[in-house]
């Protein structure tokens, strides 16, 4: 049984930063991608970052690239995403997800097929 368990989130000031995790359990983490998408009250989910299987590989929504770094511990099977340089735009709620076997367009919803339950990021200005 897959799980992805998020934790990380809370309040913080903008100009803040915040380390996320995802503890994945119930498959075989080094052979799949995986992602960090956002949802914000009243608006879509949308893609954050995404890292490739092997880890050497890393996409951005143009929002938080240079701000945000994703990255991987096969070891721990955990994925991360450390976000510095918050601002209010950032508040919402956080998810993982593992990508398929097929993964290939990071930023497409379908390319996942687990999620998360979500952790909440808040910042306040």
């Known amino acids: 049984q897959v799980q992805l368990v998020e934790s990380g989130g809370g309040l913080v000031q903008a100009g803040g930063s915040l380390r996320l995790s995802c503890a994945a359990s119930g498959f075989t983490f080094s052979t799949y991608a995986m992602g960090w998408f956002r949802q914000a009250p009243g608006k879509e989910r949308e893609f954050v970052a995404g890292i490739s299987a092997s880890g050497r590989t890393t996409y951005y929504a143009d929002s938080v690239k240079g701000r945000f770094t994703i990255s991987r511990d096969s070891a721990k099977s955990t994925v991360y995403l450390q976000m510095n340089s918050l601002n209010p735009e950032d508040t919402a709620v956080y998810y993982c997800?593992?990508?398929?076997?097929?993964?290939?367009?990071?930023?497409?919803?379908?390319?996942?097929?687990?999620w998360g339950q979500g952790t909440q990021v808040t910042v306040s200005s």
């Open positions: 997800a593992a990508g398929t076997s097929n993964w290939g367009r990071p930023a497409a919803f379908d390319e996942y097929d687990n």
